[in-house]
T-cell receptor, first 115, second 115 residues
Framework: NAGVTQTPKFQVLKTGQSMTLQCAQDMNHNSMYWYRQDPGMGLRLIYYSASEGTTDKGEVPNGYNVSRLNKREFSLRLESAAPSQTSVYFC??????????????FGSGTRLTVV | QQQVKQSPQSLIVQKGGISIINCAYENTAFDYFPWYQQFPGKGPALLIAIRPDVSEKKEGRFTISFNKSAKQFSLHIMDSQPGDSATYFCAASDLYDTNAGKSTFGDGTTLTVKP
């Protein structure tokens, strides 16, 4: 039972390069999320997908785009990377329905450095 | 506007002592309050969670105390062990947000338990 799988685990980009962070879950969860973690700033929501076919902006969406490819996969794309996007990126998923949830299951993260 | 404020930022406790981490929230629509534990190089993992219909929830050495009128909740770790050394995040979400059960996180507390 793999849970939430993120690839790659590490990446170094040059300013202006693009890349896609991949996330897949095998728990049949309906909702998926992308967070970034920066020292002293906790986890901030970038984008989320409440269900297959829908995506919405979170707290810090600028410079990112997402695709909910199917129920299992939710990718995050940086079109033109900037040093301010150096961070650790976490994908998470959960089963959500109005009035109930089971909490998040997180992936192990992608450590991204933009130089 | 930070909706979940967590304190302290760091905490050092002797083995066998009690660790206490506090969180305060502003949004009265929040009705689900989980705590996550994160070890270095790993993603956060759900530790324990509470709904506002109870004032306390205990799982092993971990207890959440919840004060709805004060809009505060706290994590107590009894008989703290060196293996509890990790970063702890509180979070809050509105389960009647029909768009998704997305969580807002505190900034995290780094706990060190000295042997």
């Amino acid at each position: 039972n793999a849970g939430v799988t993120q690839t790659p685990k590490f990446q170094v980009l040059k300013t202006g390069q693009s890349m896609t962070l991949q996330c897949a879950q095998d728990m049949n969860h309906n909702s998926m999320y992308w967070y970034r973690q920066d020292p002293g700033m906790g986890l901030r929501l970038i984008y989320y997908s409440a269900s297959e076919g829908t995506t919405d902006k979170g707290e810090v969406p600028n410079g990112y785009n997402v695709s909910r490819l199917n129920k299992r996969e939710f990718s995050l794309r940086l079109e033109s990377a900037a040093p301010s996007q150096t961070s650790v990126y976490f994908c998470a998923s959960n089963t959500y329905r109005v009035g109930a949830t089971d909490g998040y299951t997180f992936g192990s993260g992608t450590r991204l450095t933009v130089v | 506007q930070q909706q979940v404020k967590q304190s302290p930022q760091s905490l050092i406790v002797q083995k066998g002592g009690i660790s206490i981490i506090n969180c305060a929230y502003e949004n009265t629509a929040f009705d689900y309050f989980p705590w996550y534990q994160q070890f270095p190089g790993k993603g956060p993992a759900l530790l324990i969670a509470i709904r506002p219909d109870v004032s306390e929830k205990k799982e092993g050495r971990f207890t959440i105390s919840f004060n709805k009128s004060a809009k505060q909740f706290s994590l107590h770790i009894m008989d703290s062990q060196p293996g509890d050394s990790a970063t702890y995040f509180c979070a809050a979400s509105d389960l009647y947000d029909t768009n998704a059960g997305k969580s807002t996180f505190g900034d995290g507390t780094t706990l060190t338990v000295k042997p």
